[in-house]
């Protein structure tokens, strides 16, 4: 089955002084094998859909379906194992721990998710080359540039061979030079089993998509993309 993931009636509230009606009652089916950007004004709900998504935050109403099981928000263990071995997530900063080095970074990845130490090894390294980012692989992350550091951040989402890979804004931080670089291996991703889906506010790197959603008064629209 091509649905691998389903947003069913979603709904997502904030209840502060006045209720904010964030996301409502969203449907909308992801294929394996595309790759999707998300538009919207800043403050639409890019980010509070792309962390239910991620099963990081909960809808108010409404569910997901993930590989033809419906996730129960409560049971969070069962959660966190699906998206560590499932999900490769990338934010516009921060994505990496500041005391490893560019390379233990994305090898940390792979023993969090039960790796062995030989393999997760084998693994950053042949990825760390694959980024063309060999040479940097002994840096921290302050030694790194914007562009370097959202590379390796690449590299860690990747390390597991995630089947969904998240990016909210990623290259929210990046010269128009580096944001090419970034898409460019990001594209490089995607893969029949896998769902890429980005939120940018850019509209060049949001039309290379296969799939462009627009989040608009809590609605996700689907504005033509390439396919
Ligand atoms: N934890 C929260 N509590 C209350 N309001 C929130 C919370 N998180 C986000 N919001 C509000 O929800 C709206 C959507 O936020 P967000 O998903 O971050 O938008 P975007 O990523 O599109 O900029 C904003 O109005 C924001 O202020
Ligand atoms: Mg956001």
Do not use: W
Not at 66 to 84: G, W
Not at 86 to 106: C, S, V
């Amino acid at each position: 089955m091509n649905n691998y993931l389903e947003l069913k009636n979603l709904s997502k509230n904030y209840l502060g002084q006045k209720k904010l009606c964030v996301l409502k009652n969203i449907n909308y089916k992801f294929k394996k094998g595309k790759i999707y950007s998300l538009v919207g004004p800043s403050g639409s709900g890019k980010s509070t859909l792309l962390n239910i998504i991620s099963l990081i935050d909960r809808p108010s109403n409404g569910y997901l379906i993930f590989d033809n099981t419906k996730i129960n928000f409560e049971d969070r263990n069962t959660n966190d194992k699906l998206r560590s071995n499932n999900f490769g997530i990338i934010y516009q900063e921060k994505n990496l721990l500041n005391d490893f080095t560019a390379e233990e970074n994305i090898f940390l990845a792979a023993i969090a998710n039960g790796k062995n130490e030989f393999e997760s090894t084998k693994l950053s390294e042949k990825i760390i080359k694959s980024l063309k980012l060999a040479n940097r692989s002994k840096h921290f992350p302050s030694q790194l540039s914007g562009g370097e550091n959202q590379r390796i951040a690449i590299g860690r989402a990747l390390i597991n061979s995630p089947k969904i890979i998240i990016a909210d804004e990623p290259s929210g931080n990046l010269d128009h030079q580096n944001a090419k670089e970034f898409f460019s291996l990001l594209f490089n991703l995607k893969s029949k089993d896998r769902i890429i889906i980005y939120a940018t506010h850019n509209r060049y790197f949001a039309n290379l998509a296969d799939c462009r959603l627009q989040l608009i008064n809590g609605k996700l629209k689907s504005t033509n993309g390439r396919r």
